[in-house]
Structure formats: C-alpha cells, structure tokens
C-alpha cells in the first residue's frame, strides 16, 4: 500500500511537469521511482504514460509546427541514432553522460544572458543549427536514451513562443519514443504484466497532468524558459550522478 501512495506521488509530479514544460516526465519518474523499484521495473512503469502525454502534446501543440522547421533536428538526428548505439561499446558511459551534462550547462548559461539568447537563437533558427543538435539528440538516444535535452535546448531556442515549443517537442518525442518502444519490447524491458501495473496509476498521471496544464496556460513567456532551464540543469546533475 505505501508502495503504491509513493508511486502515485511521484507519477503526478512527473505529469505536472511535463504537462507544464512539454518534457521531463521520465526525467523525474525514472530516479524517484528507482528509490522503491527496481530500475528495469521503474523504466517500464513510467514508459507508456511518457508515450501517451507525448501523443497528447503531438495533437494540442503540434498543428503550430511546419514539417520544414523540424528537418534539420530530424535529419541530424537520424543520422546519429546509429552511430550512438555503435559508439556504446567504445566509448566511457559516464564520459559520455558528463560531457552531455557539460553541454547542458554550458548552453544554460549561455542562454541566462541577453545577448547569448538572442545568439542562441539565431543560431538554432538555422538549417546548420539544427542539424548539430539534432546529432547530438540522436547519439545520446542510440548509446543511453538521454538525447532529451538537446532537442529542448532547440526547440525553446527555435520556438519562442511556448506552445509552438512544446508541439516541437511533441513531435520529435512522439518519433523518437516508437524507436525506444519498440526496443523495449524486443529486448522484453515492457511485458503485458507491467503495462496493466503501470494502468493502476491513470488516475494519478491525469490529475498531475491537469495541474500542470493549468499552471502552463497562467505563466508567462520568460517563467516559462526559466522553468525548462531548471529542468536542464537537472538533468544535467542526474546525467553525472
């Protein structure tokens, strides 16, 4: 009974954040989840309602977006998903996850000043840009499946306007998640008896989900890129931990 009360919590806070920033949702279940599960059991759990907010924010956000103006995060990304999953068995893993968590905090930072938002942006408004990002999205989701954060880092800086950043993310999760699924069932991570557990905790998902919505449509333009920016760094201290 405490196990469940303690997986509910932690489903709702993972779907008030995602609801609220458009990513997340596993960035915070996955660690919390681990503390009463096992991993394997914690990944699979909190899997199907990432898939399913992210086909959510697909279809509320998504119209916003033109196919052209994700080519290039695609393309790069693409392009590198199989790299990444061949770069798994040369390259240090914690190597790799500090590096990302170095990259992470550096474009934070950069992007907290003025100047370097607008360069940022710039930057990440063209074709060039995008592409970049978009590898270094796809290496890290073929070697560890933490590509999340660049591709973020791209459409915050991209998309100014929330909504439109959050429809980017929701496409490029909503593609990247059938790979990840598919993988997970292949490999057996996702059985029929974990995807009717993690069911149990609809309720959960849907009322942290609400709350976030709520939150989203009451905040401003630059609380919001603070919010995601806290999330970033976040992530960046769980990659080295």
Not at 17 to 28: D, H, K, R
Not at 42 to 60: D, H, M
Not at 196 to 221: C, D, E, H, M, Q
């Amino acid at each position: 009974m405490e196990t469940a009360i303690f997986i509910s919590c932690v489903l709702i806070l993972s779907a008030f954040t995602f609801s609220f920033a458009g990513f997340g949702f596993g960035l915070v279940a996955v660690p919390l989840l681990a503390l009463a599960l096992p991993i394997k059991d914690a990944v699979a759990i909190q899997l199907p309602f990432s898939v399913f907010l992210v086909v959510i924010n697909s279809f509320r956000y998504g119209k916003t977006i033109k196919w052209h103006e994700l080519q290039p995060i695609f393309i790069g990304s693409a392009a590198a998903m199989p790299v990444g999953v061949f770069s798994l068995n040369f390259l240090p893993d914690n190597l790799m996850k500090r590096s990302l968590a170095l990259f992470i905090v550096l474009v934070v930072l950069f992007e907290r000043t003025r100047q370097g938002q607008a360069k940022f942006r710039d930057f990440a408004r063209t074709g060039l840009g995008g592409m970049i990002l978009g590898t270094i999205s796809g290496w890290f989701i073929g070697a560890y499946t933490t590509g999340g954060p660049p591709a973020v880092i791209y459409a915050t800086a991209r998309f100014p306007d929330p909504r439109k950043a959050k429809g980017a993310m929701g496409i490029y999760f909503l593609a990247t998640d059938v790979v990840i699924v598919i993988m997970f069932i292949m490999t057996g991570l996702l059985t029929w008896d974990l995807f009717f557990l993690s069911l149990r905790f609809t309720p959960a998902v849907l009322a942290g989900f609400l709350a976030g919505s709520y939150f989203f449509k009451n905040i401003t333009k630059q609380n919001y890129i603070l919010g995601v920016h806290f999330l970033l760094l976040v992530a960046a201290v769980m990659l080295c931990v």
